[in-house]
């Protein structure tokens, strides 16, 4: 079937830069997408999402870019803090169900 | 508002044992989703239900089943266990598709 799955298994960045996660999705009939953060014995928790009509949106420190032609999902998180720390996923949907990419361990250093 | 309940928390069973799992999702959500984590599979959509309907279903064995009351509370089964099913399983409860993805802290299983 169809997977969402992400470049780059982990990432570590500095107290206060930005930080850049990206997704690849492969099913073009994907109209929804989601980007969550799940801590250490946490649920994943939802962060921001962007439906197929747009290719960007905003939400507080976060930015989500969506690039339909290439089938590409990025988030952006201004002036990363310590307590961004944690796994990041991407998700997509065209029905009732998420299908997620494999995660991206953030760390951040003081 | 109250979010998305599961219970218990934690579970140990022996193989060959059953399990159930309860989710109780936002109140006035009437889509609940079951998902299990695990390190080497990641997250893989188990089923969903909607008005006391299975909507759709993931690439699992009939071991795993589930159903959802008319207070859209959920339940999912799984029997006969194998070690292979501990896992962390996940419920995310949703007003309908596409309008957002409320998860729950999970219910950790754990086959021995």
């Known amino acids: 079937g169809e997977s969402v799955g992400l470049h780059l298994p982990t990432l570590s960045v500095q107290e206060g830069d930005n930080s850049i996660i990206n997704c690849a999705y492969s099913n073009s009939a994907s109209d929804y997408f989601i980007w969550y953060k799940q801590e250490s014995g946490k649920g994943p928790q939802f962060i921001i999402d962007i439906r197929s009509n747009m290719d960007k949106r905003q939400g507080q420190r976060v930015t989500v870019l969506l690039n339909k032609t290439v089938k590409h999902l990025s988030l952006q998180i201004a002036a990363t803090q310590p307590g961004d720390s944690a796994v990041y996923f991407c998700?997509?949907?065209?029905?009732?169900?998420?299908?997620f990419g494999e995660g991206t361990q953030l760390t951040v250093n003081p | 508002k109250a979010g998305v309940t599961q219970t218990p928390r934690y579970l140990i069973k022996t193989r060959g044992q059953q399990v159930t799992l309860s989710c109780s999702p936002i109140?006035?959500?009437?889509?609940v989703s079951w998902y299990q984590q695990t390190p080497g599979q990641g997250l893989q959509f188990l089923f969903e239900y909607f008005s006391e309907t299975q909507r759709n279903k993931g690439n699992f064995p009939g071991r795993f089943s589930g159903r959802q009351f008319s207070n859209s509370r959920s339940e999912m089964n799984v029997s006969t266990l194998e070690l292979g099913d501990s896992a962390l399983y996940l419920c995310?409860?949703?007003?309908?598709?596409?309008?957002?993805?409320?998860f729950g802290s999970g219910t950790r299983l754990t086959v021995v």
């Open positions: 998700a997509e949907t065209s029905g009732s169900r998420l299908t």
């Open positions: 109140s006035g959500h009437r889509s």
């Open positions: 995310a409860s949703s007003l309908g598709t596409g309008l957002g993805y409320t």
